[in-house]
């Protein structure tokens, strides 16, 4: 199974892909979009075609994308969810299964605490993942979003495996 781990945001949206078989992780990519400056629309845009030409060249099977937090400033905050919606909106054209993760939950399945900074998660990532050469911290979150879709992807079949025996 090959996974794309997107980590959404409007400046910087990261995108890390790993095949997952069993409980072997393997690195395959993982990269920034970078939107720039400017028109909202066009930034989107931009992302868009990114991501688009990412999914193209890489062909994943299913998509993971971290959960928005809600921060403070409202119009922040809906900008970051205008960007979600491309990281959504792109695997879906390419009738990928999304899975949606909160940021805790990426934290804890790949640093094992819910509240580790992105430096701890680099390093977790660097762990699981050796000789990876990661693109920045946003890349890094990406594949550690990818990382936690696997292990919940993986025990949700287990599961499935399990009940159908019963």
Known sequence: MRVIGIDP??????????????????????????????????RLLSLHEQLTDVLRRFAPDTAAVEQTFVNKDGAATLKLGQARGIAMLVPAQFGLSIGEYAPNTVKKTV??????????????????????????????????????????????????TQQVRA
């Open 9 to 42: 945001g409007l400046r910087n949206l990261g995108w890390g892909v790993l095949d997952v078989s069993g409980n072997r992780l393997s690195h395959v990519a993982n990269g920034v979009c970078t939107s720039g400056t400017g028109d909202l629309a066009a």
């Open 111 to 160: 640093v094992g605490v819910g509240h580790a900074n992105k430096t701890q998660i680099a390093h977790m990532v660097k762990v699981q993942l050796p000789g990876v050469n990661l693109a920045g911290h946003d890349a890094a979150d990406a594949l550690a979003i990818a990382i936690c879709h696997a292990h919940h992807a993986r025990s949700a079949q287990v599961m499935a």
